[in-house]
C-alpha cells in the first residue's frame, strides 16, 4: 500500500508546512515522478479510455472529486469511465492493484487515481500531524492528517492529494505526483482545482 496515503513523517511535515502557509490560492506541487521507461512526451492518455477513481475519507467528498476528476479528464481529450455500481475494493490491499482487473474488463489502457488526505483547522493552538480517517467502498483505513488553528474560528479544510497513472497492460504505475490545497470553507473550488491542477501536471508530464 505505498502509493495509497503519504507514511513518511518528514513528507508529512513538509506537506503541514505548506498547509500552513495559506498564501497561495491554487494547490502547490509537491513531488512528482514519471517512468523514465516512457519518456517525457508518451502521451499515452491522449485519447485513451480511462478508468478514473477518487479515493477520499468521506462518500460526499469522493464524489465530488469524482465528477471534477471526470469532467478533467476528458477536458484533456481522453475518455473517462467509472467502476461498475457494486464493486468493492479491499483497504488492507493496494488500491491501483485491485483496479487494474476491472480497466481491464472495461477496455481502459489505463488508469487514473486521486487519493485525498485531510487536513482540518480547528479550534485551539498549536500544529498536530495525526492519524485522519478515510473510506472507500465498505472499508476503512488512515492517513496522514493536520490540525492547526489556521484563520479565524470557523472550521476549514485542506487537502493533499496523491496522483497516480498506472498501464493496464503491465499494471505498473508509470506516473506519480503529489499537490496540496490550502485550507478554504469552499469544497467545490478546492476539489475542482484540485483536479485540474493534477490534470495539468499529468499534461505538463507529457501523458496528455
Known sequence: MTSYFLRRPATAAVLALSLLAGCATSPQQEAQWIDPAIGSQSRMLQGAKVLVVCDAYDVAVRRICQDQLLREVAAKGATPITLP???VL???RDLDGQLVESASALDATAIFTMTLTPATSNSGSGVTLGIGGFSFGRGGGGGVGLSAPIGGGG?????????RVTDVRNNRMVWTATL???PSADLYGKLRDLSRSMLDNAQSAGLF
Not at 472550521?155 to 496522483?163: H, P
Request: charged fraction near 5%; hydrophobic fraction near 40%; charge should be negative.
Open 85 to 87: 455500481p457494486g464493486t
Open 90 to 92: 479491499l483497504n488492507d
Open 155 to 163: 472550521g476549514s479544510a485542506g487537502f493533499a492529494a496523491s496522483g
Open 180 to 182: 496540496v490545497a490550502s
